[in-house]
């Protein structure tokens, strides 16, 4: 019954994960189509947003992988 509650857990998880790092990427990527629109140039912060939030995706999404097995 344990296990049970465990593999329900980590599925919850790995939807939360998804859901945020998903979310990261989109206002980073709302956030360089504004700032080349207005400064005619990307920022750091917005590139920064898009890197963490691919990062933080593919690496729950291995760490899942391998506890499944």
């Known amino acids: 019954m344990k296990n049970d509650n465990k593999i329900e857990n980590a599925g919850s998880n790995r939807r939360v994960h998804a859901l945020l790092s998903a979310l990261t ?21 917005p ?6 939030g691919s990062g933080w995706y593919l690496i729950t999404r291995n760490r899942f992988r391998s506890r499944e097995m």
């Not at 980073?28 to 750091?44: C, D, F, H, R, S």
């Not at 590139?47 to 963490?52: A, C, E, R, S, T």
């Open 25 to 45: 990427v989109l206002i980073g990527v709302a956030l360089l189509i504004y700032m080349v629109t207005v400064e005619n140039e990307p920022g750091a912060l």
């Open 47 to 52: 590139l920064l947003l898009i890197v963490v």
